[in-house]
């Protein structure tokens, strides 16, 4: 349903999410280690979520990527997931079609337009403090 890049930075959003409550910043080397993601590619994921204000960049000796404490319960799930695939999971066809709509549905466009829905919604009401915390808390893993 995501793409890589998008279940990728979701994955680190969480990860540096997590390190954040330890007071901690995380390399972007670290970062692709804990998400199973190649480095070069995860340093472009992790621009994109800067440049959407997910997450924070600190250069020098001491930096690192970190999300402010306060803000954790702040960024939504859907914020991550428009950094970097952008709104095209709402609106793209579940047969990937190039012209799917009301007027010219496939054969799957009103099951999938209630799928659609109900994972905006709960895009739009999953907190990044939610997920991280249930790392933190053994509930959920990021590894197999």
């Known amino acids: 349903m995501f793409s890589k890049a998008c279940e990728y930075g979701i994955k680190a959003a969480i990860f540096i ?4 409550y330890e007071d901690k910043r995380v390399s972007p080397k670290e970062i ?19 440049r959407h204000d997910v997450v924070s960049s600190v250069k020098g000796a ?3 990527f970190e999300i402010e404490k306060r803000k954790i319960s702040e960024v939504k799930l859907a914020q991550i997931v428009n950094a970097i695939d952008g709104d095209s999971i709402y609106v ?9 709509d009301e007027n010219h549905p496939c054969p799957v466009h009103d099951k999938f337009k209630s799928v659609r829905e109900e994972l905006k919604n709960m895009l739009e009401n999953t ?3 939610e997920l991280a915390l249930n790392i933190k808390s ?4 990021l590894r197999a």
């Open 17 to 20: 999410a997590t390190k954040s």
């Open 32 to 50: 692709a280690e804990e998400i199973n993601s190649p480095q070069a590619f995860t340093a472009k994921i992790l621009q994109s979520l800067v």
């Open 92 to 100: 793209g066809c579940g047969l990937g079609l190039a012209k799917c």
């Open 138 to 141: 053994g509930a959920s893993f």
């Open 127 to 129: 907190t990044l403090e």
């Open 62 to 64: 001491y930096g690192g």
